[in-house]
């Protein structure tokens, strides 16, 4: 008998006492699911600023200041998610800290 990577995710965690994934619980359930949603919406908001720096060649009023902390902040959130191995977090992480730093190349270019 073969042990498939289900079971060992399984074990691990009733092991650890983490609830169960997908949740018995519908909100839950429903939660976990549009997390990965939200994951990329989040980003895509970003992407629009970035996407605007770029086309347009101005970075008007646009915070380096602010986007440069984003930035760093989105790659301690990135490291905490791959040490977590929390999905969610790995991907709207990478997707944002991307972003943050188009725009801040961005205004260092354009502004």
């Known amino acids: 008998m073969t042990n498939h990577p289900h079971h060992f995710h399984k074990r691990k965690r009733v092991h650890k006492n983490l609830e169960p994934y997908p949740h018995p619980d519908k909100l839950k359930r429903f939660v976990d699911h549009i997390i990965y949603g939200v994951g990329i919406f989040i980003p895509l ?19 380096i200041l602010t986007f440069g902390g984003y930035a760093t902040a989105n790659c301690i959130w990135l490291l905490y998610g791959i040490l977590h191995k929390e999905k969610p977090l790995i991907l709207m992480y990478t997707l944002s800290a991307i972003f943050n730093a188009s725009i801040v190349a961005g205004i260092l270019v354009h502004g």
């Open 45 to 63: 908001m970003t992407f629009l600023q970035s996407y605007k720096i770029w086309s347009t060649q101005t970075a008007h009023g646009v915070s």
